[in-house]
């Protein structure tokens, strides 16, 4: 049976003030800034030049351990329709690997 002093794993009270809804995602905004460099590293990334290359992954590595990284790509990949097609399309890849 269940060992004393040992609480029953059920599901836990959500702690209050943490109240997130999924509706959030559509009010999200981002930094046009960051969007904008993501933007165009994805046009660098189709570069011939193998140094540009590594540039391009090496700043992709610090964009990744932005918190909202995922929404930056999906905003880039659902939104920015005015963007080349391959932006986008490496964008959605990006998301779906990450």
Known sequence: GPRPG??????QPAASGRTQQPALVMEWKGDET??????QLFQ??????????Q??????QQF???PDFNMYL???FAKLTS???VVRQR???LLKTN
């Not at 960051?34 to 933007?39: E, I, K, T, V, Y």
């Not at 660098?44 to 290359?53: F, G, I, M, Y």
């Open 6 to 11: 040992c609480p029953p794993r059920g599901p």
């Open 34 to 39: 960051r969007l904008g460099q993501l933007c």
């Open 44 to 53: 660098l990334a189709s570069s011939p030049d193998n140094s540009v290359q």
């Open 55 to 60: 540039q391009v992954m090496q700043m992709l």
């Open 64 to 66: 990744s351990q932005l």
């Open 74 to 76: 999906a905003t880039v």
């Open 83 to 85: 963007q080349d097609e």
């Open 91 to 93: 964008a959605g890849l």
